[in-house]
């Protein structure tokens, strides 16, 4: 394979003098002119990297001050990646889905252990709103949402929260007119859940999440039904 582009090099350069001199959110990256002469790059080429650490929300580039630093955020990072890699391709969208179901289903141990009273009246919430809106016959995707970020929230994770997070992003517009046909049993399921949480139940609780990831949603068929 080549070398990478040398925008790609002067960004990697870049991020690398922001490791040695241990810069944070709000410090300022050097003058153009300095970072050129210490890169060996034109001042095109330094800009295209920076270009490219401001559409990762890495940095931001002010008029009159320079280039200022901004706070790491994971979620920015995966959500782009994933709409990046996505596109229309069902396939990648299902690969992703797994990938989720194979997270819940591994941390759903630890985060049976990690949610108090309040976390599970809290769910119970979410699962009431669920219902509510599903009366009305509309689709619950954002509340859908909440209810499984709240089941790992408390695991003290970020990384894993973003990661899920994006896959939900990538989920919502997916099929939609498919996932409406089973909603009826998502809701059941999601109903499993929660009353294994109140009962303090943990083989019934694994049972419940495993059986809300049985459905043909989180398999590589195209399927939507639950089974």
Request: charged share 25%; net charge negative; with cysteine.
């Amino acid at each position: 394979m080549g070398k990478d582009k040398l925008y790609v090099q002067t960004f990697q350069k870049i991020r690398a003098y922001i490791i040695q001199n241990n810069l944070k959110p709000g410090d300022l990256l050097p003058s153009e002119q300095s970072m050129c002469e210490m890169f060996g790059v034109s001042r095109n080429v330094l800009r295209e990297a920076i270009k490219a650490m401001e559409l990762m929300n890495l940095a931001e580039a002010q008029p009159g001050r320079g280039t200022i630093m901004k706070p790491f955020n994971l979620d920015f990072i995966f959500q782009n990646v994933m709409f990046s890699t996505v596109g229309e391709n069902d396939k990648v969208i299902r690969e992703m889905l797994m990938i989720r179901k194979r997270l819940e289903l591994s941390f759903m141990r630890e985060a049976y252990y990690s949610l108090g009273d309040e976390d599970i009246a809290h769910i119970r919430q979410i699962l009431e709103n669920i219902k509510a809106t599903w009366k009305q016959h509309i689709f619950f995707h954002a509340d859908d949402r909440e209810f499984h970020m709240s089941l790992f929230s408390r695991l003290n994770n970020q990384t894993l929260l973003s990661l899920m997070d994006a896959i939900w992003s990538v989920d919502e517009n997916f099929h939609t007119e498919e996932k409406f046909k089973h909603l009826d049993d998502t809701i059941v399921r999601h109903e499993n859940i929660v009353h294994a949480l109140e009962a303090r139940n943990e083989e019934a609780f694994e049972a419940a999440m495993l059986m809300h990831f049985s459905s043909g949603k989180y398999s590589n068929t195209n399927s939507f039904a639950e089974f």
